[in-house]
């Protein structure tokens, strides 16, 4: 039973929280991925054809030794943030400036750090951060790549190529950006950091995400072929067990 805070939105005081977590499990797994990587594995997982039990996700997304029981509070945000994900890519949008639409929680670093006075950006090249959205792209990548099956091509060639073309939109945005930066997606007093192409692949993606939701919600989950065992030869043992021949037992 949800409470009426399990239903709010998530804010940013939220989405703090859940990277003060996750700053923790880096602690001891420097391989822990910040959560702009774990919105977009969620948003994947949202998209997947087959719904992924959480017992076999989370080891996938921060290692063997997560344990959600340590973590409830992590685990109810991240259960917040499913449902909400989830009605925004079913609502019937048109544009993704609608209130309802998915809006993924992604950083731009780059612009983040030109908002930093000059003597506070230490002498990394800025080229170097993760673009726009860079992040969320390959945390959606790597649900895709964990589990091939439930990803597989369909048959349907008018669905084959509409994975296909939301598979590419996403992975052009897991590139980094090398385009002339027009906006700073930070604050709009530092200066650009984010390039026209950029934005117009950050729509695209978002859209694919729209189509593969439907996409896998259209066909359903995969239907498993069941194979009937070969039938046991007549003097081979019984497979009930019972150590007569098959002509002996349920052959006869």
């Known amino acids: 039973m949800t409470s009426p805070a399990d239903e709010a939105p998530l804010g940013a005081d939220d989405f703090d929280a859940q990277d003060a977590v996750l700053d ?3 602690e001891r797994d420097e391989l822990t991925p910040d ?4 919105e977009g594995f969620l948003a994947a997982l949202v998209c997947c054809r087959r719904a992924i039990e959480p017992d076999e996700y989370w080891p996938v997304l921060l290692g063997e030794a997560f344990q959600p029981m340590a973590q409830m509070e992590f685990v109810w945000r991240w259960r917040r943030r499913w449902r909400e994900v989830a009605e925004a890519l079913d609502a ?8 309802r639409a998915y809006q993924p929680e992604v950083l ?17 090249d800025i080229a170097q951060l993760p673009s726009f959205a860079e992040a969320w792209a390959h945390g959606f990548l ?7 099956e ?8 008018d669905g084959a190529q509409m994975l296909q073309e939301a598979l590419e939109a996403i992975e052009r945005l897991a590139r980094p950006d090398t385009g002339a930066p027009v906006l700073n997606m930070h604050t709009e007093e530092a200066a650009p950091s984010v390039s026209e192409a950029r934005l117009d692949a950050f729509g695209e993606a978002i859209w694919g995400v729209y189509d593969l939701r439907q996409l896998w919600k259209s066909l359903g989950p995969r239907v498993q072929t069941v194979r009937k065992p070969p039938e046991p030869g ?10 007569k021949k098959y002509k002996k037992c349920h052959g006869a």
């Open 234 to 243: 007549r003097n081979d043992p019984c497979p009930c067990g019972s150590g």
């Open 92 to 99: 019937d949008v048109e544009t993704l400036e609608d209130e």
């Open 150 to 157: 439930d990803w597989a091509t369909p048959r349907d060639r």
């Open 35 to 38: 959560w702009e990587f774990c």
């Open 24 to 26: 923790q499990l880096r």
């Open 108 to 124: 731009d670093v780059r612009g983040a750090m030109l908002a930093l006075p000059q003597d506070e950006r230490g002498d990394g």
């Open 142 to 148: 790597h649900a895709v790549h964990n589990w091939p």
